[in-house]
């Protein structure tokens, strides 16, 4: 096989809490060598040169939470799609949620899904297997190492995987050995607040009132007592898209993130809008969680920069315009986000709330860290050349022209960021250039070091 060879010279590379000025060869899939501004760059042979100069390098951004609705939901999104659109938005990798169509929650299922990763995906890709009330022998057959974890919807869902059964929660945490990332929003809770509502205001409940229905309480509630059920059972458990001040108290930062058991993620929809939002963008932002108050979004903020939380996510989740419509009972939950969220989260570095090598270690490093991903995340010599040239000063306005969602609509439509993606390498490959994704390049699966 012939040796392909790419130098990325000049870049202001942000990695491990470190920007400095250097050079990265890369050498088929990975990287070759590191040098630094003062090194002598000597390359003999064939050799493609990027001239990076006034740009900035940074390892690819991993999602742990996305939904690209295939198998069964593709007329909203699906792998090739929105695989496209992450590497657009500097995604390298990303790890897709099980409610889908029929629902990832057999081995067969799930070996479907890697399959179909396989034969669309651009970018490199993991999925979750689900728990349900019965499927524990599934679970159990799972191999760690060729499976990012097990989804738990865990006191709510919005489709048909919620468990709720006790015995099989109680057996879940104390027998599965690897991650279970958990949904937490007490059910019962959410039920009473609806019927509340509906008492006061009718059928025809204001997008307003989302987060007084799927309250603080609610997320809470279950939080707690996920992580009551992980302490008892010692089970490594990571709480997805937390949305509140008080889950705060749950998490701590204590040790480093390898040696943690119960982590947090947060995404960036709870950290850039709050509840004043909805009056202008009404069911644009309607999530589950909910987006909160502004009081909670800076307790987000702050636990980002505390390591109290430990990663930030996008929750990717699109559906079709017409199925945002309506009241708060009728319209869709979730929203795309995956190409705008390295723009997004870098917005908010300028603007002071995060630094820069905060976003890259939330967004990049930690992913890598906290689900053990074999060779990924960083930029390291031997590892995977998944990088990412971003211009910080090249700023676009979001519009329908440049949305690659299948949905065809985002939340960010007229914002403008000041930083763009410029070029992203999977695998060493160069899958995205300037606006232009090469549609031969395809990512691989993950493996994780257990």
Same mark, same amino acid.
């Given at each position: 096989?012939?040796?392909?060879?790419?130098?990325?010279?000049?870049?202001?590379?942000?990695?491990?809490?470190?920007?400095?000025?250097?050079?990265?060869?890369?050498?088929?899939?990975?990287?070759?060598?590191?040098?630094?501004?003062? !090194?002598?760059?000597? /390359? @003999?042979?064939?050799? $493609?040169?990027?001239? *990076?100069?006034?740009?900035?390098? &940074? =390892?690819?951004?991993?999602?742990?939470?996305?939904?690209?609705?295939?198998?069964?939901?593709?007329?909203?999104?699906?792998?090739?799609?929105?695989?496209?659109?992450?590497?657009?938005?500097?995604?390298?990798?990303?790890?897709?949620?099980?409610?889908?169509?029929?629902?990832?929650?057999?081995?067969?299922?799930?070996?479907?899904?890697?399959?179909?990763?396989?034969?669309?995906?651009?970018?490199?890709?993991?999925?979750?297997?689900?728990?349900?009330?019965?499927?524990?022998?599934?679970?159990?057959?799972?191999?760690?190492?060729?499976?990012?974890?097990?989804?738990?919807?865990?006191?709510?869902?919005?489709?048909?995987?919620?468990?709720?059964?006790?015995?099989?929660?109680?057996?879940?945490?104390?027998?599965?050995?690897?991650?279970?990332?958990?949904?937490?929003? !007490?059910?019962?809770? /959410? @039920?009473?607040?609806? $019927?509340?509502?509906? *008492?006061?205001?009718?059928?025809? &409940? =204001?997008?307003?009132?989302?987060?007084?229905?799927?309250?603080?309480?609610?997320?809470?509630?279950?939080?707690?007592?996920?992580?009551?059920?992980?302490?008892?059972?010692?089970?490594?458990?990571?709480?997805?898209?937390?949305?509140?001040?008080?889950?705060?108290?749950?998490?701590?930062?204590?040790?480093?993130?390898?040696?943690?058991?119960?982590?947090?993620?947060?995404?960036?929809?709870?950290?850039?809008?709050?509840?004043?939002?909805?009056?202008?963008?009404?069911?644009?932002?309607?999530?589950?969680?909910?987006?909160?108050?502004?009081?909670?979004?800076?307790?987000?903020?702050?636990?980002?920069?505390?390591?109290?939380?430990?990663?930030?996510?996008?929750?990717?989740?699109?559906?079709?315009?017409?199925?945002?419509?309506?009241?708060?009972?009728?319209?869709?939950?979730?929203?795309?986000?995956?190409?705008?969220?390295?723009?997004?989260?870098?917005?908010?570095?300028?603007?002071?709330?995060?630094?820069?090598?905060?976003?890259?270690?939330?967004?990049?490093?930690?992913?890598?860290?906290?689900?053990?991903?074999?060779?990924?995340?960083?930029?390291?010599?031997?590892?995977?050349?998944?990088?990412?040239?971003?211009?910080?000063?090249?700023?676009?306005?979001?519009?329908?022209?440049?949305?690659?969602?299948?949905?065809?609509?985002?939340?960010?439509?007229?914002?403008?960021?000041?930083?763009?993606?410029?070029?992203?390498?999977?695998?060493?490959?160069?899958?995205?250039?300037?606006?232009?994704?090469?549609?031969?390049?395809?990512?691989?699966?993950?493996?994780?070091?257990?």
């Amino acid at each position: 096989m012939s040796i392909s060879r790419t130098l990325i010279s000049n870049a202001t590379i942000i990695n491990e809490n470190r920007t400095f000025t250097g050079s990265v060869l890369l050498e088929n899939e990975l990287i070759k060598t590191i040098y630094e501004s003062a !090194d002598s760059v000597d /390359i @003999q042979g064939d050799c $493609a040169e990027v001239d *990076a100069t006034g740009l900035c390098l &940074i =390892p690819g951004v991993i999602d742990d939470q996305v939904h690209f609705r295939e198998p069964g939901l593709t007329h909203k999104g699906d792998i090739y799609t929105e695989s496209k659109a992450a590497v657009a938005g500097g995604v390298t990798t990303y790890m897709d949620m099980p409610n889908t169509k029929p629902p990832a929650v057999t081995l067969e299922l799930l070996e479907d899904k890697f399959s179909l990763g396989a034969e669309k995906s651009f970018a490199n890709y993991s999925f979750f297997m689900g728990a349900s009330n019965d499927n524990l022998g599934e679970l159990r057959k799972l191999d760690a190492r060729s499976v990012c974890g097990v989804k738990l919807f865990m006191g709510s869902s919005t489709g048909n995987m919620l468990v709720d059964n006790e015995d099989t929660l109680s057996a879940l945490f104390a027998e599965i050995p690897f991650l279970i990332a958990a949904h937490c929003e !007490d059910e019962q809770t /959410i @039920q009473n607040n609806i $019927a509340y509502y509906r *008492a006061k205001l009718g059928d025809d &409940i =204001p997008i307003q009132y989302h987060p007084l229905i799927r309250s603080a309480e609610a997320c809470y509630k279950s939080s707690s007592k996920a992580v009551e059920l992980a302490s008892k059972y010692d089970a490594r458990l990571h709480i997805l898209h937390l949305s509140t001040a008080k889950e705060m108290s749950l998490f701590d930062n204590n040790k480093p993130l390898r040696e943690k058991r119960i982590t947090a993620e947060v995404c960036v929809h709870h950290l850039w809008f709050s509840d004043k939002d909805y009056a202008r963008y009404g069911n644009k932002i309607k999530w589950n969680p909910a987006i909160k108050t502004a009081a909670d979004r800076e307790a987000l903020i702050s636990a980002v920069n505390s390591n109290k939380i430990d990663i930030v996510a996008t929750d990717h989740a699109p559906h079709l315009w017409q199925e945002k419509e309506g009241s708060v009972l009728q319209a869709a939950s979730g929203g795309p986000l995956i190409q705008h969220s390295l723009s997004a989260m870098l917005q908010l570095a300028k603007e002071g709330y995060f630094t820069f090598e905060k976003v890259i270690e939330k967004m990049c490093h930690a992913p890598a860290d906290l689900f053990r991903i074999d060779r990924r995340g960083y930029i390291r010599e031997g590892y995977y050349a998944d990088l990412v040239l971003v211009d910080m000063n090249k700023p676009y306005t979001v519009s329908k022209d440049n949305i690659l969602y299948k949905c065809g609509w985002s939340p960010f439509e007229g914002a403008t960021f000041d930083a763009s993606v410029q070029t992203t390498w999977v695998n060493g490959q160069k899958v995205f250039d300037n606006g232009i994704v090469d549609e031969n390049v395809r990512g691989k699966r993950l493996t994780f070091d257990v």
